[in-house]
C-alpha cells in the first residue's frame, strides 16, 4: 500500500499551493516591471494605496487608536496624490504628450506596419514571379 505521503506527492496541487505558486508568479512579473520602470510602478502603488485607503472602512480600532491623526493622514495622502498627478500632467504637457499626440503616434504607428506590410509582400510576390518565370 502506498504511504498517505506518497498519495499526496502524486495528487494534484491543492488550491492553497496553487494560489502560493500564482502569488509568487505575479510577484516575479511584478519584481521585472518594477526594475524596468521603477517610477510607473512607484506611481501605481501610491495610487492602489489610496484606492484601498479610500475603499476600506475604518475599523474601531483604528479610530479609538488614530483619531484625529488618521484625518490627517487620509487629508495627506489625499494632498499628495492629488499633487503628485498635477505634477505628472503638467510634465506630460510640457513633453507634449497628451491624448492627441498619442493617437497621432499610434497611427502613425499603425500606418507604417500596414505600410511596411504591404512592401513586404510586394517583395515577395515579386520575388516568386521572378524564381517562376
Do not use: C
Not at 520602470?37 to 495610487?47: H, I, Q, R, Y
Not at 485607503?53 to 493622514?73: F, K, Q, T, Y
Amino acid at each position: 500500500m502506498a504511504s498517505r505521503q506518497q498519495k499526496k506527492a502524486n495528487a494534484s496541487p491543492s488550491p492553497r499551493e496553487r494560489a502560493v505558486e500564482a502569488y509568487d508568479a505575479a510577484r516575479e512579473r511584478a519584481l521585472d516591471s518594477v526594475e524596468g520602470s521603477p517610477f510607473l510602478a512607484l506611481g501605481g502603488g501610491l495610487a492602489l494605496g489610496a484606492l484601498l485607503a479610500a475603499i476600506l472602512p475604518r475599523s474601531r480600532a483604528e479610530e479609538r487608536l488614530l483619531g484625529d491623526v488618521g484625518g490627517r493622514i487620509t487629508d495627506g495622502a489625499r494632498n499628495a496624490l492629488d499633487a503628485a498627478r498635477d505634477a505628472g500632467r503638467e510634465k506630460l504637457a510640457e513633453l507634449n504628450i497628451t491624448r492627441e499626440a498619442g493617437k497621432g503616434a499610434v497611427q502613425s504607428l499603425v500606418d507604417g506596419i500596414t505600410e511596411a506590410a504591404k512592401t513586404s509582400g510586394k517583395a515577395a510576390l515579386d520575388a516568386a514571379r521572378s524564381v517562376k518565370g
